[in-house]
C-alpha cells in the first residue's frame, strides 16, 4: 500500500527549531516535538538545534520517541554515533523517498555553524534539501551564505531547497548573497512561539521548484515546545 503522504506531485517540507526540546515553559519533553512534527504530515523535515552542545553532543530526540514517528526515517547525519544530526542540523524524510549523496559543511564565522544538504529521489522528481542554522552576527551569516551558495555551486546541478533558522530579524535586508541565486520565503512570524514577533524561519528556492502553499504551523502543543514555532511549504517541481 502506497503511503498516503507520499502524493504525487504534492511534497511537504517542514523546518523547525526545536530548541534542544527544551519548551517555553522550561521542560525538555521530546515526545512534545515528536507530536508536533506528526501532526504536521511532513515528507521532509529539516532540524534545528537536534543534538545537544556538549560531550559527543547526544540527539535532543532519542530513538525512542522518533520511533513515535511513523513512516518517517533519520538521514544519517550524525556528528557522532550519538548524534542525530550535523552542529544539531538533522533530517527526517518519509519512508519510500530515495536517499543518495549526503553533503556537510563547515560554515566559516564567529561561532561553530554547519549546514546539510542530501540528494533526494520524490515523488515529485528529483531534489537536494538542505538544513542550516546561520550565526547571531550578520556579518557571520553573510560569509556563511556565500560558503553554502559556492559549495552548491561545486555539485552536480540539481532542483534545490533549502530551511531553516537564518536568524535574520529583517526581511529585507541580510539575505542578499542567497536572493541572488534562491527565492526566499518567509512563510510568517515563528519567533518567538509565545508571541511571533519575527519570521526568523525561512525557506529558499532555487529554480524548477515552486512552493503552492506555506504557512507557521500555531497548533498545540507548537507554542509550548519550543521558543521557534516550525514552517511549511508545500513544494512542487515546476
Given at each position: 500500500m502506497t503511503d498516503p503522504h507520499l502524493r504525487?506531485?504534492?511534497l511537504r517540507l517542514v523546518s523547525y527549531n526545536i530548541r534542544k526540546a527544551l519548551g517555553t515553559d522550561r521542560r525538555r519533553n521530546p515526545g512534545r516535538i515528536c507530536n508536533v512534527i506528526a501532526a504536521m504530515e511532513p515528507d521532509i523535515v529539516v532540524l534545528q538545534e537536534a543534538d545537544l552542545r556538549l560531550g559527543a553532543r547526544p540527539t535532543a530526540l532519542p530513538l525512542t520517541e522518533l520511533a513515535h514517528l511513523e513512516g518517517l526515517q533519520v538521514v544519517d547525519f550524525g556528528q557522532s554515533a550519538k548524534s542525530l544530526g550535523w552542529h544539531g542540523n538533522a533530517m527526517l524524510v518519509r519512508e519510500g523517498i530515495?536517499?543518495?549523496?549526503?553533503?556537510?559543511?563547515?560554515?566559516p564565522g564567529f561561532e561553530p555553524r554547519g549546514a546539510i544538504f542530501a540528494d533526494l529521489d520524490t515523488p515529485t522528481g528529483p531534489l537536494r534539501v538542505g538544513g542550516l542554522h546561520l550565526g547571531l552576527l550578520r556579518g557571520s551569516r553573510r560569509l556563511q551564505l556565500s560558503?553554502?551558495?559556492d559549495e552548491l555551486d561545486r555539485l552536480p546541478p540539481r532542483p534545490t531547497v533549502m530551511g531553516g533558522d537564518l536568524n535574520e530579524w529583517s526581511e529585507r535586508v541580510g539575505l542578499g548573497r542567497?536572493?541572488?541565486?534562491f527565492e526566499i520565503h518567509a512563510p510568517g512570524r515563528s519567533y518567538h512561539a509565545r508571541r511571533p514577533v519575527a519570521a526568523l524561519d525561512r525557506i529558499a528556492t532555487g529554480p524548477g521548484l515552486v512552493i503552492e502553499e506555506s504557512g507557521v504551523w500555531h497548533a498545540q502543543p507548537a507554542p509550548a515546545a519550543s521558543d521557534h514555532l516550525p514552517i511549511w511549504a508545500d513544494l512542487h517541481h515546476d
Open positions: 504525487p506531485g504534492r530515495g536517499i543518495g549523496a549526503l553533503h556537510r559543511m563547515v560554515l560558503h553554502i551558495v542567497l536572493a541572488k541565486r
